[in-house]
Structures are given as C-alpha cells and as structure tokens.
Nanobody, 122 residues
Framework: VQLQASGGGLVQTGGSLRLSCAQS????????KGWFRQAPGKEREFVAA????????YYGDSVKGRFTISRDNAKNTVYLQMNSLKPEDTAVYFC????????????????WGQGTQVTVSS
C-alpha cells in the first residue's frame, strides 16, 4: 500500500484547502482512512477519519464543524476539505490507512503517506 498526499499550500486565515490522498496497491475499499497532522515541536494529532465503508466519520475537537473527510472508492482517494482555516491549523498533514478501532489512534494505521505542508498565515 502506498499513499500519496497532495493539496497543501499557503492560505490566509479564513481560507480553504482540499487535501487529497491517493492509494495504490491493495484494495482501497478495505481500509479505514485517517488524517493526522504534526506541527513543529508537537506530537502527531488526530484530525479526521472515515471508515472503510464511508458510513462513519470522526473528527478531532479542534476541527469539528470546519473540516470534512470523504472518500471516493472508485478513485482510490480520500479527501480532507478544510474551511475557515486558522493559523493553529498550520502543520504537516499525513494520510494513513489501517484497520480496527478506535480510528483516532495512530497505532491503528499501518500505512502512512509522506505528508503535505499546510501553512495558514494570520
């Protein structure tokens, strides 16, 4: 399983970005997908996750109501729509694939992408 994240960039406060994570290799539809982020000097933080079926989504408290995770199994891609961005959202964002629960735990993900930088200017 290989994961390729893209879509990061520089945006002003209040702006939007959409991250994408394309998977190649084993069956995309059999894995839960998650997004995590890590800012300099901080631990990796759970952002959002979606179950393998797409029927369940989960969000970290700091992004609820602003971010939306979705998946397109036909395109082997998971998305993270980020609205109303704040400077504290600045981090490297990682997508991950895994199985089991709870989906907000890094240890439930066996495959990680390389990360994409998101910078929100004030």
């Amino acid at each position: 399983v290989q994961l390729q994240a893209s879509g990061g960039g520089l945006v002003q406060t209040g702006g939007s970005l959409r991250l994408s994570c394309a998977q190649s290799g084993r069956a995309f539809g059999s894995y839960n997908k998650g997004w995590f982020r890590q800012a300099p000097g901080k631990e990796r933080e759970f952002v959002a996750a979606i179950s393998w079926s797409g029927g369940n989504t989960y969000y970290g408290d700091s992004v609820k109501g602003r971010f939306t995770i979705s998946r397109d199994n036909a395109k082997n891609t998971v998305y993270l729509q980020m609205n109303s961005l704040k400077p504290e959202d600045t981090a490297v964002y990682f997508c991950a694939a895994g199985s089991g629960s709870p989906l907000d735990r890094t240890e439930k993900y066996g495959y990680w992408g390389q990360g994409t930088q998101v910078t929100v200017s004030s």
